[in-house]
Nanobody, 122 residues
């Protein structure tokens, strides 16, 4: 059974940085694309960043240049480095395993982590 466990969220001031981690188990990690989503109160869940099985990355326009997604297949972990954080980045962040190795387009599976809260104060 696939399990995804996020960590690294917290409270940070605007302009600060956080690194989220998502540890995966229960499947062959390296063959699937991975994605980070976020959901703010009263808003729909939105795709933030994706990384393909061969390391190609894509970002939402709102985070481009500030966030970096990466993966370590030896550790079955995907990361989201978030810099220059803004109050608008406040949300619960979720990782997701893609249905395939591609991110064009990214096809989310039903496997989600429990989420980690990121709060950015002004």
């Amino acid at each position: 059974q696939v399990q995804l466990v996020e960590s690294g969220g917290g409270l940070v001031q605007a302009g600060g940085s956080l690194r989220l981690s998502c540890a995966a188990s229960g499947s062959i990690f390296s063959i699937n694309a991975m994605g980070w989503y976020r959901q703010a109160p009263g808003k729909q869940r939105e795709l933030v960043a994706t990384i393909s099985s061969d390391g190609r990355t894509n970002y939402a326009d709102s985070v481009k240049g500030r966030f970096t997604i990466s993966r370590d297949n030896a550790k079955n972990t995907v990361y989201l480095q978030m810099n220059s954080l803004e109050p608008g980045d406040t949300a619960v962040y979720y990782c997701n395993r893609g249905r395939t190795g591609s991110t064009t387009p990214y096809s989310p599976s039903d496997y989600w982590g429990q989420g980690t809260q990121v709060t950015v104060s002004s």
